[in-house]
């Protein structure tokens, strides 16, 4: 009998959920939520399986001839070591595998209410990858059936027979643009204010791309750029654009989509941490927020 407890509330990277298949995206968050406040666990494979519903055999025999661990531990976030450890029960020695989480900018918060969701793992896994896309503040989903599959690696087909599935169970709902996510234990985020200090770093860096446009327009006066598109903002980098000024025009274009805490992400940017994939700017935002040249 499992005697371990699953956390209330378990934070899961999203590098973690982009990079796994659906159903082992869904035992990468079960394992996460047996994790200290250190990020670490030793719970067993047998241990997973059964919080899982599982038998141990799917952990690993794997198709792509990966065990489950090497298939965390090729995420980057996720490492683990094989120990010998004193069995209580017994009193020898057992092998036992510990893993350690890391600590990403960019996760979701999700709750113990996900976990009781009566579904099979793949949509379970499904579902993850979909929060991990979505707008962590309205928790809606405006990607195209192409976009979803690169993340989620599902084809159109099976996409719209796991979404009908879904909407019928009430957890996903449709909208004029997209889907909106209405799945227990899928937390929302309400973004931090920007502080004074961060204020004045971005207005910086955006003064820095308009002078730098206006150089290059100079320069190419058959082909200027008149507005921070991503893809002018693109042809700028490419022309001599700082990275720092570049990154931080994309977030800005961008409203700072699925970004909580700008202040964290500005020092990121400004410290050379910021390793996130850059924001995709869909039209509808770049015409609100565009930087004009």
């Known amino acids: 009998m499992n005697k371990r407890i699953l956390k209330k509330s378990t934070k899961v990277s ?62 980057g976030v996720v490492s683990y070591e094989t120990t010998r450890a004193k069995a209580l029960a017994t009193g ?21 209410e996900f976990y ?35 993340v989620v690696g599902v ?6 027979k796991y979404n009908a599935e879904l909407e ?48 290059y327009n100079k320069q190419n006066p058959k082909n200027p750029v008149h507005n921070a598109t991503t893809e002018n903002l693109e042809r700028l980098r490419k022309a001599g654009l700082n990275s720092q000024s570049f990154i931080v025009a994309r977030y800005y274009v961008s409203n700072w989509a699925n970004v909580t805490d700008i202040n964290a992400l500005v020092e990121s940017i400004v410290m050379g941490t910021c390793g996130a994939a850059l924001p995709k700017v869909d039209e509808t935002t770049e015409k609100i927020n565009l930087i004009i040249f």
């Open 14 to 75: 999203n590098t973690l959920i982009e990079k796994l298949g659906c159903s082992n995206v869904y035992r990468a968050y079960v394992l996460a939520a047996t994790t200290n406040k250190e990020g670490k666990t030793d719970t067993t494979i047998e241990q997973l399986a059964e919080f899982c519903d599982e038998t141990p055999n799917n952990y690993t025999n794997c198709k792509l001839g990966k065990s489950f661990a090497e298939s965390l531990k090729g995420t």
């Open 92 to 112: 020898g020695f057992v092998k036992r595998t510990n893993y350690s989480f890391q600590d990403t900018r960019l996760f979701r918060v999700i709750g113990l």
């Open 116 to 150: 009781a969701l009566n579904l099979d793992i793949k949509l379970k896994g499904y579902l993850l990858k979909l929060f991990s896309m979505a707008n962590t503040v309205s928790l809606c989903l405006e990607k195209s059936a192409n976009e979803i599959y690169k």
């Open 155 to 160: 084809s159109a087909a099976t996409q719209k």
């Open 168 to 215: 019928t169970k009430g957890l996903l709902v449709k909208t004029s643009k997209g889907y909106r996510l209405n799945v227990p234990g899928f937390s929302q985020v309400a973004k931090k204010a920007m502080n004074a200090k961060t204020k004045a770093i971005v207005k910086a860096h955006i003064e820095i791309v308009k002078m730098f446009a206006a150089n």
